[in-house]
């Protein structure tokens, strides 16, 4: 679930239920009962690992989701590239990039992220959606996993999760 007073009434109120069908490949729904049109509160999930991370090589990963959080409607199919650089840098950092189509707007944006792991339990992952930037700060403990997000750079909300 992610709550994020003040923004587009699609993205003020997230919920997701996925299920890990292999251990590369995950679906789901995403429902946003405060979307503007019909089309906008039910979107499929879908996060395939196509290829796994080495200590060469990124990780390739393939999915579907809803589109950006700015938009009231719509789809985003995506691709990324992401490697954990601890290894190559000493630095606790994975950063990520790659493309989305988003058919809101019907473009190819860019993505980009990095996640920096500060201790066994608090991250941050700063999000950049091909528009706007999204920092969150990370706080898991066991299968809860507990985040504040800042929308646009400015919209504060949450995020809580739990994996069964």
């Known amino acids: 679930m992610r709550v994020i007073p003040g ?8 919920n997701t239920l996925t299920y890990r069908l292999h251990p590369r490949l995950t679906t789901g729904v995403e429902i946003n009962p405060r979307a503007d049109d019909a089309g ?7 996060n395939w ?4 991370e080495t ?6 990963i393939l999915g579907t989701s809803s589109d950006r959080i700015g938009t009231p409607s719509g789809q985003s199919f995506y691709a990324t590239f ?13 950063p990520y990039a790659g493309v989305a189509y988003g058919t809101y707007e ?3 944006l860019p993505l980009a992220g990095l996640n920096v792991y500060f201790t066994r339990n608090f991250s941050s992952l700063v999000i950049y959606d091909g528009v706007r930037v999204h920092p969150m700060l990370n706080y898991t403990h066991g299968r809860h996993n507990f985040s504040f997000v800042l ?14």
């Open 55 to 60: 200590e060469r090589r990124p990780a390739l």
């Open 151 to 164: 929308a646009f750079a400015n919209k504060p909300g949450f995020s809580y999760s739990i994996q069964w």
């Open 7 to 14: 923004a587009v009434p699609r993205a003020s109120v997230r």
């Open 40 to 46: 906008g509160r039910v979107s499929p999930l879908l």
């Open 106 to 108: 019907h473009r190819w």
């Open 49 to 52: 690992l196509a290829l796994p």
């Open 82 to 94: 992401s490697k954990n650089l601890k290894g190559e840098t000493g630095l606790p950092i994975a």
